[in-house]
């Protein structure tokens, strides 16, 4: 399947050895009961290495797997909050939002304006800049506050550097 006539070729562990002809390189994988396996077609020479392709294979796949296993899905939470909210109610839903921080959870807060209340857009704003000014350094503001229809949103997300404490 390479085609190239001249190509860069790395022995089974790991050592160059040297820019060899398709045939040559070929020869060298059969002596050794190997395959040879182009790395990088676009170099020039071509790379291609000596290697067994059914382990070569299977360790890539088993990689994968790890890798993906240990990835850590952050996951978008939301939180709602009407504009005349409680102080008690407000504490209790800011403690499970420190909850969601914790868990490495990115959190969007929502406050929402019924009816009439959109004639006092500058209360949902000071409302926002409460709950960060709460959280101080434990949390970064990811998106500021922004109001879009009849929801003002903003994102926080847990600042690695700080202990988040809770509001």
């Not at 050794?32 to 990088?40: A, Q």
């Not at 290697?51 to 709602?80: P, S, V």
């Not at 109610?89 to 420190?98: E, G, P, Q, R, T």
């Not at 409460?130 to 500021?144: H, L, M, S």
């Amino acid at each position: 399947m390479i085609q190239a006539p001249q190509l860069r070729v790395i022995d089974e562990d790991g050592s160059q050895l040297g820019i060899l002809s398709r045939q040559e390189a070929l020869r060298m994988a059969e002596e050794r009961e190997l395959d040879l396996v182009e790395i990088s077609p676009n170099a020039s020479p071509p790379v291609a290495k000596i290697i067994d392709w059914g382990k070569y294979n299977y360790q890539k796949t088993k990689q994968q797997q790890k890798n993906k296993r240990n990835a850590k899905a952050t996951e978008l939470k939301q939180m709602r909050l009407g504009l005349k909210i409680g102080e008690n109610d407000l504490a209790i839903k800011m403690k499970k939002v420190s909850g969601f921080l914790e868990a490495g959870h990115k959190t969007k807060i929502v406050i929402f304006y019924r009816g009439r209340e959109m004639a006092h857009k500058d209360l949902g704003f000071k409302l926002a800049e409460k709950i960060i000014a709460d959280f101080g350094d434990a949390v970064v503001v990811e998106q500021a506050p922004s109001l879009a229809g009849k929801q003002l949103s903003f994102v926080l997300r847990s600042n690695n550097n700080a202990k988040t404490k809770d509001a």
